[in-house]
């Protein structure tokens, strides 16, 4: 009998505790919540030049959750550790390459901001994976999901980190377009656009 009663009571908390996580910019304890501005995206990528993939311009904005709130001795500014980069298509086909996560070593003041440039969201291996490999033209040069010369897919890039104070802060997802083709005019050495 005590058994029957004690699992709708975990439910009941479990439900509670769920529940009070709905707001987007409170998804952490930090005081703080960063904002992703990506000014100038790659878009279009040749794959015949083998480089990594890089966002000319970041901007990441760090505001109070409280804006009442002041942080005159700076334990809410925010060291960036990490980010992941994800993938999903936007052309019909399923098949993405593997998250993508670099280091980061990106100190943003509370209320402040920090300018990141050249920062890659794909390593140059990736480029001869799937299913980009498949618009190589010894692979046929044609994506077999779509039938297509192309591969479209939309990039998502959250940022991850923790204050001075020690609490764990995520950033919010930015998103972005990537086209990829297959050219052998043009080629440059060190570019993937």
Known sequence: ???IKFI???LIAALAFTAGCTNPEGETE???FITVDLEEQPAFINIANVAPIQV????L???LKDPDAADPQGFADTQINRYVVTFTRTDGGTAVPPPQEFGAGILVPSGGEATLENFPIMYAAALQQPPMDQL???NGGIDRETGRNEIDMAFNLTFYGRTVSGKRVQSQTAS???????SAAGLTAGSAR
């Open 8 to 10: 709708p009571l975990a």
């Open 30 to 32: 930090a005081p703080v």
């Open 136 to 138: 190589l033209p010894f």
């Open 1 to 3: 009998m005590k058994t």
């Open 61 to 63: 904005n760090s505001e």
């Open 176 to 182: 972005g377009i990537l086209i990829f083709t297959y």
């Open 56 to 59: 000319d311009t970041i901007n």
